[in-house]
T-cell receptor
Framework: SQTIHQWPATLVQPVGSPLSLECTVE??????LYWYRQAAGRGLQLLFY??????ISSEVPQNLSASRPQDRQFILSSKKLLLSDSGFYLC??????????????????FGPGTRLTVT | QKEVEQDPGPLSVPEGAIVSLNCTYS??????FMWYRQYSRKGPELLMY????GNKEDGRFTAQVDKSSKYISLFIRDSQPSDSATYLC??????????FGTGTRLQVFP
C-alpha cells in the first residue's frame, strides 16, 4: 500500500530564516505530487505541483519554491521566511498519468502535514 | 464568487442523527467531486469520490451530486462522536487542480 510522509511535523522559525520541508511517497512510482497551504478559515491553497522529476508548476507567486530531486520526493523551500508564511503545509500525491488509482484517477491523498510558525 | 462554497458551521448534532453537509460550486464544467474528512491538526483523508451526477454510497456515508443546481452533499447516517471533524468538499478544475471549500466543522455529542 502507498504511504506519504512529511517532516518535520512542527517547526518554529524566525522571520528571515530559510525553510526546507520534505515529503516522500512510498509504494508507488511516478506519482503526481502537490504542496498545499492551509490557513484558518481559508481552505486549502495549492502552491505547487509536479508531474515528474524536475518538473514544477507554481500556482501562487510568493517567496516559496519547490523541487523534485527524485521520483517520490518533493521539497518545499524558502530562502527567507515571512510572518505570512505561517500555516499548515500539506503534501499530497495522486497516481500519475495512465495509472489507475485506488478510487479513480484524479483523487489526491494527503500527508500528515507540517505546522509552521514564523515568529 | 468563490468556485466552491461551504458553510463553515459548526454543526452540532446528537449521536445517531443523520448529518447533511453541503457545498455549492459555480463552474458548470466541474465533473469530479470529492469529500475529505480532517481531524484537528491532521491531514485530510479522502472519504468519497464521485463523477457527474447521482448518488454514491459507502457504509454510513452517501455522496450526492446535483449538477443542475450545482449542489453537492454528504450524508452521514447514525453519526458517531468519532465523526466529529472538519469536512471538506472539493471539485476538480483540471487533472491537477482541486478546488476546495473552506470546510464545515461537525460536532457529534454523545
Amino acid at each position: 500500500s502507498q504511504t506519504i510522509h512529511q517532516w518535520p511535523a512542527t517547526l518554529v522559525q524566525p522571520v528571515g530564516s530559510p525553510l526546507s520541508l520534505e515529503c516522500t511517497v512510498e509504494g508507488t512510482s511516478n506519482p503526481n505530487l502537490y504542496w498545499y497551504r492551509q490557513a484558518a478559515g481559508r481552505g486549502l491553497q495549492l502552491l505547487f505541483y509536479s508531474v515528474g522529476i524536475g518538473q514544477i508548476s507554481s500556482e501562487v507567486p510568493q517567496n516559496l519554491s519547490a523541487s523534485r530531486p527524485q521520483d517520490r520526493q518533493f521539497i518545499l523551500s524558502s530562502k527567507k521566511l515571512l510572518l505570512s508564511d505561517s500555516g499548515f503545509y500539506l503534501c499530497a500525491w495522486r497516481p500519475g498519468t495512465g495509472v489507475k488509482g485506488l478510487a479513480g484517477t484524479y483523487e489526491q491523498y494527503f500527508g500528515p502535514g507540517t505546522r509552521l510558525t514564523v515568529t | 464568487q468563490k468556485e466552491v462554497e461551504q458553510d463553515p458551521g459548526p454543526l452540532s448534532v446528537p449521536e445517531g442523527a443523520i448529518v447533511s453537509l453541503n457545498c455549492t460550486y459555480s463552474n458548470s464544467a466541474f465533473q469530479y467531486f470529492m469529500w475529505y474528512r480532517q481531524y484537528s491538526r491532521k491531514g485530510p483523508e479522502l472519504l468519497m469520490y464521485t463523477y457527474s451526477s447521482g448518488n454514491k454510497e459507502d457504509g454510513r456515508f452517501t455522496a450526492q451530486v446535483d449538477k443542475s443546481s450545482k449542489y453537492i452533499s454528504l450524508f452521514i447516517r447514525d453519526s458517531q462522536p468519532s465523526d466529529s471533524a472538519t469536512y471538506l468538499c472539493a471539485s476538480l478544475r483540471n487533472t491537477d487542480k482541486l478546488i476546495f471549500g473552506t470546510g464545515t466543522r461537525l460536532q457529534v455529542f454523545p
